[in-house]
């Protein structure tokens, strides 16, 4: 059930979760910085105030974090598949994935056709998620500024080849030509994809399916 009170919770959780206070979180997602404020969570009349539903969306798209993922701590659970951690920081350590620069994976030998890591070359990360439960998972780190300002040169970006990508999610491409580039899905057909630049100095980009070699869902960044 939907409350006034789990709602704020779930708001101060996901702050909590970035190492934010809701000022903080307020001011990432472009809000005014006490529109989160407890003191603005009743009005002048005692009746209770709800964050709105576009302050919620630039709040989610501000932390790179689903409805899903908002709902979950809504009622109280944790967070699944696109947990979001404190920017910057691992939790205690369950495992390691594989790790790879951006500019090495435009190389061949890193990758099967399916977009796995294989091969030799890479190195490890730690990864709060036994590898167990996310067989394929990896990491690629951050070179550059084309990523700005979402991503910054040396973020780690956690990527889940296999999983289920929808509009709006932000994943990992490689062309047949072995450009790699992280961007925003806009739209996706039977014949072709359209992707949005994180960089509004770069552009946005457009590929038919048959010039991708594979695409796959970012689901955590440190940052």
């Not at 190195?123 to 067989?135: G, H, L, N, R, Y």
């Not at 739209?187 to 992707?195: D, F």
């Amino acid at each position: 059930m939907l409350s006034h009170e789990r709602i704020w919770s779930a708001l101060d959780a996901l702050a909590e979760r970035h190492g934010l206070t809701a000022s903080g979180l307020a001011r990432r997602a472009g809000l005014d910085p006490t529109a989160f404020n407890k003191s603005k969570r009743c009005g002048a009349d005692g009746r209770d105030r709800w964050p709105s539903t576009e302050s919620l969306a630039k709040v989610l798209d501000a932390t790179g974090s689903s409805l899903e993922e908002f709902m979950n701590l809504v009622r109280g659970g944790a967070a699944q598949s696109e947990s979001v951690f404190p920017d910057g920081v691992f939790p205690p350590q369950a495992g390691s994935i594989p790790l790879l620069g951006f500019a090495q994976a435009g190389s061949g030998g890193f990758f099967d056709d399916g977009g796995f890591p294989a091969g030799q070359g890479w190195d490890v990360v730690d990864f709060p998620v036994q590898p167990s439960e996310k067989p394929g998972v990896y990491a690629l780190e951050v070179q550059g500024d084309s990523m700005m300002p979402l991503y910054r040169d040396g973020d780690i970006l956690v990527i889940e080849p296999g999983a289920q990508i929808r509009r709006g999610d932000r994943v990992v491409v490689r062309s047949r030509d072995g450009e790699v580039m992280a961007k925003v899905l806009n739209r996706q057909s039977a014949k072709s994809i359209e992707l949005v630049s994180l960089n509004p100095d770069h552009p946005n980009r457009s590929f038919e399916l048959s010039e991708v070699d594979w695409m796959a869902r970012i689901i955590w960044a440190s940052q």
